[in-house]
């Protein structure tokens, strides 16, 4: 039978093939074994939480605010908005979040991201994140990092949000545009200032860049954290005056005040 003949000619290849992954594998996590990404505890499998972190994060799940995604505690019905979002509309249409930042391991996840260099955090990180934002992610033309100023990224050498979003646009199959947007104003820290501070400090930090094809995109901005909303105000302000269409926001760990 010729079929059968097929078979066994491509079976061992494949089957080898299979062996020296399986081979690859163990050998890499003989020499980096899988840890948990935000504690470092030893886990099975690399990329993910050890139960006891896994437990503690606060994933944000339906229901929630369909322009803030804050959650609700009841289930009031599809495409509710939530009493802040109506009273103080963001800039942007609509985010999407992981989890909580107040507690748990997502503050610890941000902060290992932000500090310590860690590039490869960015994939499994970027992969929650694309299924957080699954919703704004369909509709999307591309995804665009909120930036770091020029002279920041030098001494820091990472924007850990061009890291997040090149991997949520990777899972999302969008393209990835790190050169749209520009950070032209070097802000101050937003540590200790006020939610109206916050937003006059934002002010005029962004700039689309000049020839960016960005008239008439649907864009989603991404950002590690969100916390009052001004920088990522800013950043969509800056998009939408330049022609984008819409702007969602997808982070990996939000502030949820009043909810
Ligand atoms: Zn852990």
């Given at each position: 039978m010729s079929f059968s003949g097929v078979r066994t000619e491509v079976a061992p290849r494949a089957r080898l093939r299979d062996l020296f992954a399986t081979a690859r594998r163990a050998a890499l996590d003989a020499l980096y074994p899988p840890t948990c990404l935000a504690c470092r505890a030893a886990t099975g499998a690399h990329g993910g939480l050890c139960p006891a972190c896994w437990r503690a994060m606060r994933f944000i799940e339906r229901p929630f605010c369909d322009r803030l995604g804050t959650p609700f505690e009841q289930d009031l019905g599809e495409g509710l908005l939530s009493p802040q979002a109506i009273a103080d509309p963001p800039v942007f249409r609509r985010a999407r979040a992981v989890a909580r930042f107040e507690d748990g391991p997502a503050r610890r996840l941000v902060h290992r991201l932000k500090y310590s260099d860690r590039g490869d955090l960015a994939q499994p990180l970027g992969a929650w994140m694309a299924r957080a934002g699954a919703d704004v992610l369909a509709d999307a033309d591309a995804v665009v990092p909120v930036p770091l100023h020029p002279l920041r990224l030098w001494k820091r050498r990472f924007n850990q949000a061009a890291a997040l979003a090149q991997a949520v646009a990777k899972v999302g199959g969008k393209p990835f545009e790190?050169?749209?947007?520009?950070?032209v104003k070097a802000t101050r820290?937003?540590?200790?200032?006020t939610r109206e501070q916050r937003a006059v400090n934002m002010q005029g930090a962004f700039r689309v860049a000049p020839?960016?094809?960005?008239?008439g995109l649907r864009i989603v901005l991404v950002d590690d954290v969100l916390t009052s909303g001004a920088t990522a105000n800013a950043a969509a302000r800056a998009l939408l005056r330049a022609g984008a269409a819409d702007v969602d926001l997808v982070v990996l760990a939000r502030v949820v005040t009043g909810a």
């Open positions: 790190a050169r749209w947007l520009m950070r820290s937003q540590v200790g200032l020839g960016a094809p960005i008239s």
